[in-house]
């Protein structure tokens, strides 16, 4: 009772707000993977298109599928929406392939370009494969899903149906003769000439498309979806999860940079965002974070480069099984793994190196660094006296006497005595 009072309520805000004289064509570009985002960003639209009255919602699409839980909230939007939508498969060449499929079906007016596509839609799994029965209820359901959509629209169940079952694909003309879209249309104007007088209909009333002298306002992603829509590519969200991990590393290891912990912890919060919209297989996550373990590993024990080894091998594999999807839009790409793993190998292999060099060099300071240093005799030693070193005077020792204003080299340092011995030369007067 709610939902349809809602509905009403709705069509009676609509069409108080158009027949006011808003003669507007909301055109929405949809050219990305369907993700959140992009439901989040529809849903605002429609919303907007219901307020100010807008005649029409043009989705231009061309997308390679999605989500199957965000595709499912864009059809609920599009289904409730007092604004009629219409789906535009375009540019030429463009595609609405799964989910986007789905979408194009529930749409009031469903429209092509030449040289489009349409279908394959059968319901793919993320993650772990799972078995036949379960298999067959997912497709089961998405036939279904299909079906009901294109009957309620008037479009052809069999060719629906057809799509998730087969993973049939209609070009643009076999589309319009089996009913499952309603115009071929060269351009968007040619698009709207066409739909000007068709009829949709809302609570049982029919409406007529009144488009002639309607303005068309493009509505694009605010800062905020585009910048949760970049995150949401598996590349970046990759990205973010490494730079997060080695930035919080350095904070930790140097407590008070406070700037390596800041950038790790907001690209750690963005890369868990990005993972709920992703197929996340915490199997590669673990690997990945085991191989930053073993390159961190590397710089406390001397394991002459088989823990860096091991650390690249098992970043590969778990930037791999990262995010395990058929679809290549969800996943790593190989460019982006090799750059990112040999990166960050360069990186730790150089913190080592440097590491083994001051482990190599002579200390400066304390007993290590008196070990082995030149100085002169101020006084005789037999076997006792004093000596400068390094512009100190200490009191020194010798097994062998030594005149002053000999050279002489530090054997050792007892206490705060040094124990000398006597070089060939003699200081310079």
Partial sequence: MRFIMGSVIGVLIWATMAAAGRDIVRVVAVDDPITPVTARFLHRNLEEAVTRGDRLVLIEM???GGLDTAMRGIVKDIMASPVPVAVYVAP????????????????????????????????????EKPDKTMESKVVNDAEAYAEG????????????RSMVRESISLSADKALAGHVVDVIARDRNDLLQQLEGRTFRRNGVEHALQLKNAEIVESRM????KVLNTISNPNVAYVLMLLGAIGLYFELSNPGVLLPGVIGAISLILAFFAFQA?????????????????????????SYGMLTIAGMISMVLGSLMLFESPASYLRVSWEVILVTVLATTG????????????????????????????????????????????GEYWDAWSEEPIDAGCRITVLDVEGLKLKVMKTDEMSAK
């Fill in 62 to 64: 061309d997308t390679p």
């Fill in 92 to 127: 030429s060449g463009a595609r609405a392939a799964s989910a986007g499929a789905i979408i194009t079906l529930a749409a009031d007016f469903a429209a092509m370009a030449p040289g489009t596509n349409i279908g394959a839609a059968h319901p793919v799994s993320q993650g």
């Fill in 149 to 160: 959509i294109a009957r309620q629209r008037g479009r052809n169940e069999t060719l629906a």
């Fill in 222 to 225: 605010g800062a905020t979806e």
């Fill in 278 to 302: 992703l197929p996340v297989n915490y199997a590669g996550f673990l690997l990945i974070l085991l191989g930053l373990i073993l390159f961190i590993a590397e710089i406390k024990i001397v």
């Fill in 347 to 390: 990186f730790f292999t150089v913190v080592v190196a440097k590491v083994f060099a001051v482990h190599r060099r002579r200390s400066i300071t304390g007993r290590e660094g008196l070990t082995a240093a030149t100085g002169v005799a101020q006084t005789g030693l037999n076997p006792e006296g004093t000596v400068s070193v390094r």
